[in-house]
């Protein structure tokens, strides 16, 4: 079946500091993947996605490559600030329903 | 736009009652899925729907039914409440397959 792991969290970091959250994932097929953002009593967000191999995401400064070869979909920020505390969850679709498949989450802070 | 609306926001039961969690879409989405977020284990899918009156089983549907009977509304109800629903729960919609789901602010639900 279809599964996605995150580096285990949480994540503390100073403003300005350069960012980088692992996901890989096991798939059948050829998945689309995403990362959601959960900021503090909010619902999910989609902060962005790839649809293809070889495609960058990119929204807000943030960016993450699909990488078919090592199926992985990791996320960087050149620079966070505070307003980017929140919880990170990688996520694949596959198939013909749309069934999001989650990672477990990864929680931010970052301190001025 | 209202997006995706859920209510209540907050529930408390105790256990063996029923209730129903409300979720409701103003985009004219197709697909409708309800998950649960619980700490350590990210978002798990319960029920999903492609479609009025077409739902079928996520990961977790033990405890939970659904229904589709229009395209903007997708009610979890829970037959007999347990302590092991004590959870977040989060409605979420999309245009389409593969496309990225919207979702609700989610409902805080303790069973006591």
């Known amino acids: 079946g279809n599964s996605v792991t995150q580096m285990e969290g949480p994540v503390t970091l100073s403003e300005e500091a350069f960012l980088t959250i692992n996901c890989t994932y096991t798939a059948t097929g050829y998945p689309s993947l995403f990362w959601y953002v959960q900021y503090p009593g909010e619902g999910l967000q989609l902060l962005l996605k790839?649809?293809?191999?070889?495609d960058k995401g990119s929204n807000k400064g943030f960016e993450a490559t699909y990488r078919k070869e090592t199926t992985s979909f990791h996320l960087e920020k050149g620079s966070v600030q505070v307003s980017d505390s929140a919880v990170y969850f990688c996520a694949l679709s596959a198939g013909a329903n749309s069934k999001l498949t989650f990672g477990k989450g990864i929680t931010l802070s970052v301190r001025p | 736009n209202a997006g995706v609306t859920q209510t209540p926001k907050f529930q408390v039961l105790k256990t063996g009652q029923s209730m129903t969690l409300q979720c409701a879409q103003d985009m004219n989405h197709e697909y409708m899925s309800w998950y649960r977020q619980d700490p350590g284990m990210g978002l798990r899918l319960i029920h999903y729907?492609?479609?009025?009156?077409?739902?079928d089983q996520g990961e977790v549907p033990n405890g939970y039914n659904v229904s589709r009977s229009t395209t903007e509304d997708f009610p979890l109800r829970l037959l007999s409440a347990a302590p092991s629903q004590t959870s977040v729960y989060f409605c979420?919609?999309?245009?389409?397959?593969?496309?990225?789901?919207?979702f609700g602010d989610g409902t805080r639900l303790s069973i006591l």
């Open positions: 979420a919609s999309s245009r389409g397959a593969v496309q990225p789901q919207h």
């Open positions: 729907s492609v479609g009025a009156g077409i739902t």
């Open positions: 790839a649809t293809k191999a070889d």
